[in-house]
């Protein structure tokens, strides 16, 4: 079942429960259902029928109309929406805020910094992954991307703690889930070190990301940034 027909079915549900089915038995032709979601009588048909098959509606066909009562599977999935619109609406935060920078050259330096093994063992524990030795380098062009990119750092971040050796010191690393191009899961990381301003951002993921995406110096690319709940 694809998300969309998810969407259509969670809508149908909200028109019953509209007409009072979510808390009896409601008494509804399918022409009339049509009418108020604006679409053919064929296709409410049909979506009832998905909906029965779901076991999200219980109903009963009469010759007047279709005896229709919302099934607590139903009920269960108009909570989980009520839940999420509350969500949003209440949060502190957006759930994600999405960058997209130009692919360069850096560097170098991130193999360096990402393989130290105490940052390498906090990347594994909070984040779930083993970073790739080195980041990919996303120069920010654009005044919504920078001021996106500013908003960001006052939002929570999974913190790798830094440490000392007896050469040096190497910060706290903040680190933001993030899926890459919609198609890998990584993350976004600040202040691994402070060679660049901060119209550049850096991301790391369990792969060569250059690799897995065929990205070269110019390619454009979108980062999706995940907010903390």
């Known amino acids: 079942m694809t998300e969309k027909h998810e969407w259509q079915h969670i809508h149908t549900l909200l028109k019953l429960a509209e007409m009072g089915a979510h808390k009896r038995i ?36 009469t010759p007047e109309g279709s005896l229709i009562k919302i099934a607590s599977l139903g009920i269960t999935a108009i909570e989980k929406l009520y839940s999420y619109l509350r969500f949003l609406i209440e949060a502190a935060y957006p759930p994600s805020v999405t960058l997209e920078g130009t692919v360069f050259e850096g560097l170098g330096e991130g193999a360096y910094y990402i393989s130290k093994d105490f940052y390498k063992k906090q990347f594994i524990e909070k984040l779930g992954f083993e970073p790739y030795p080195g980041t990919l380098n996303l120069k920010l062009t654009t005044e919504y991307d920078l001021k996106t990119r500013a908003e960001l750092e006052t939002y929570p971040a999974v913190e790798v703690q830094g440490f000392r050796n007896e050469n040096r010191t190497f910060g706290l690393v903040k680190c933001y889930p993030a899926t890459i191009d919609n198609k890998v899961k990584g993350a976004l990381i600040s202040a691994l070190r402070s ?14 990301l250059r690799k897995q995406l065929k990205l070269k110096d110019g390619h454009k690319v979108k980062v999706e940034v995940f907010t903390l709940p």
């Open 26 to 61: 409601a008494k509804i032709s399918t022409e009339y259902l049509a009418e108020k979601m604006g679409i053919s009588q064929q296709t409410a048909s049909r979506y009832l029928i998905e909906l029965e098959r779901k076991r999200w509606i219980h109903r009963t066909i």
């Open 195 to 208: 060679h660049y301003d901060v119209s550049v951002v850096e991301v790391i993921a369990p792969v060569c």
